[in-house]
């Protein structure tokens, strides 16, 4: 049985401050200010139509692919305090030159803010999940990783409130450079963390086997040795594989139509650059989105503790399914409200998913595992949105979101079944 966190031993423990840390870390990355805006900003300031703005996703999530597994494989070889630490600053960085480089030209922040953002995918969830581990608090990790996930998204909605007005006050670049000041100071902290064990060899509870990794060690822990192994074990354990696949289309369509929300909004006559009146306005349409980051993020766990981890996920797609169906049928903006529900399904998959594929790899390939979870995410997200942005351009949202459906009930319940019959399996 896990300890308790008022737990003597595990509250005496150095890696109890992670925790605290890992939660300011969220906190502090949140202030994306320029996450609110910046579909208008390349409409507005550089003229861009829905098909250029998708291609530039589109290499974003090629530039993620390829970056993915190697900065996964990156910090499990030289630390995941560094990993996020870099990822951070370098990610900040990158903001400014997004905000401040033209056409074409700021394509290059716009890949570089990708690959800086790999170095904190997964990352972020191993040095949580083993910090756990160490103080034998793992069956915390819904919990924690959901409530980090909420208290980001919180920031997130403050930064949102305040995006629409400071646009009407400032202007685009500014606002969006302002973003880089939250992103610094997350390096900073990320470097405060101490570094968990990386190596399942470490940790006393093991009951995983250790021949993927014994063969890492071998090979001196190198890097590519570090992504065959992870490669490896992500194909081989078939639970983790379905999960991955699933838990992939999941993200990949039902975040699809957050990504249009703001060129939606204006659409309807709302434009935050106008005055400060339509910046509040704006800012409130935006709002629940955020609000529903937030809860799903908060909600994550209980449903996982109630329902489990084999029909958390599967509920999850029910509730996105019925949730969606506004969304090909109405062009008004009352299905904001959709938005914010599918946002809140959205919130909820990863801590879900992320749970369970953390239950089962070892921690020596934890934070190259998790990034080929994202590695595979970003492959359909690009998919997605590259496919949608051309209907989008072409005919209307309701095209685009069309697509997003079909793929959500076909990829979904394929997917499902794959991962529901390789964990009875497994069981069995």
Known sequence: MSSSPTDGVSA????????????????????HFWLPIWFLFLQTQHGLSYVQIGFMEVLFGIATIMAEV??????????????????ALGFAGATVLFATLNFPSLIL????????????SGSDD?????????????DEYERHAGRASAVATASLLAATILAGPLVSVLDFRTVIIISAAGMGLAGM????????????????DTTIDTNEQS?????????????RTGLRIALRTRPVLWAILFGGVMLATLDLPEFFIQPFVRSHGVDPAITLIEGLTYSGFMLPSFVGLMLGAIVAAPLAARLGER????????????????????????????????????AAVQ???????????????????????????????????????????VFDFRAGFTLAFGLLVGGGLLFWIGWRRAHLDLAD
């Open 126 to 138: 191993a040095l949580l999940y083993d910090s756990l581990r160490q103080l034998k608090r793992t």
């Open 12 to 31: 005496r423990s150095p890696f109890a401050r992670n925790i605290p840390i890992y939660y300011s870390f969220q906190f502090v990355r949140g202030f």
């Open 189 to 204: 902290l990320a470097l405060a963390l101490r570094e968990p064990p990386r190596r399942e060899s470490e940790f006393s």
């Open 215 to 227: 063969a890492s060690h071998v090979s001196g822990t190198a890097v590519l040795s570090e992504i």
């Open 311 to 346: 029909r958390a996920l599967p509920a999850v797609l029910v509730v996105g399914v019925l949730v969606f169906l506004p969304l090909l049928v109405a062009d008004h903006l009352a299905i904001v409200a959709s938005f914010a529900l599918l946002a809140a399904c959205t």
């Open 70 to 87: 190697p900065t996964g494989a990156i910090a499990d070889r030289f630390g995941r305090r560094v990993a996020l630490g870099i990822g």
């Open 109 to 120: 922040g716009h890949l570089f803010m990708s690959i800086t953002r790999t170095l904190m």
């Open 351 to 393: 801590p879900i998913a992320g749970g369970y594929i953390n239950r089962r790899i070892p921690s020596d390939q934890r934070a190259t595992v998790l990034s080929i979870f994202s590695l595979l995410t970003a492959v359909m997200i690009t998919i997605v949105i590259g496919s949608s942005s051309v209907l989008v351009d």
